[in-house]
């Protein structure tokens, strides 16, 4: 790996602290905005209303900094606990569950994996899917004897020449920042929890359509 002078490590760092600090402020506001409501309402039923928004929100920012822990140890994180089988329909049910993603059919088996990561590489691949389609994706299933693979197929109006880019950290490519914000980390922690476990994500374009395949070993 080629190192870095002096003025591309002050970029990179510039271009970090910019895009993590836009990212997380909006959460964080958005937590504190609600809070001060919250004191103030006057009833229960304001609260019914104020209470979930301030959790969701909440949870985005936790997400944001794991994200960012995980992006630090990218090529060292290990788990400490064992792997185990892990159901990807019941994790993908609740994925795109409030989407337009359809899912189609059941994984032939479970994986060996840990649920969390998994369960965190999904959303990942289910909130790309909606961020930056033309269209509804849809997700199947496919398997050998051993390996299961969620595969992600989503509709694209135009050929994205920087898709492979997706893979580096905090690379954002021309739709990213034209229709959506993002720290740019989505694919290269999905890829790397999913490494972890022995597996792997891939991302390529088949005419108009963009297919991301999560492949984790297969339990047996």
Known sequence: MTALGPEALE???????????????????????????????????????????LIRNARRAERLLDDLLIAAEI???????????????????????????????TPAGPAIAHRDAVAHALDHLVDNAEQYGDGPSTVRFEADEGSVTVVVETPVDHELADLQLSFELFFRGE????????LGIGLPVARAL???????LTIGQDGDTVVARLTLPRDR
């Open 175 to 182: 739709q990213a920042v034209t229709r959506a914000a993002g």
């Open 194 to 200: 999913a490494q972890m476990d022995g597996g792997d």
């Open 75 to 105: 090529h060292t994180a290990r788990p400490t606990d064992p792997a185990v089988p892990v159901d990807l329909g019941a994790l993908l049910a609740e994925a795109t569950a409030d989407t337009p993603i359809t899912v189609e059919g």
């Open 11 to 53: 970029f990179v760092r510039d271009r970090v602290i910019h895009v993590v600090g836009h990212e997380l402020r909006t959460p964080l506001t958005t937590v504190r905005g609600l809070a001060e409501l919250l004191v103030d309402a006057p009833d229960e039923e304001l609260h019914e209303t104020l209470i979930p928004a």
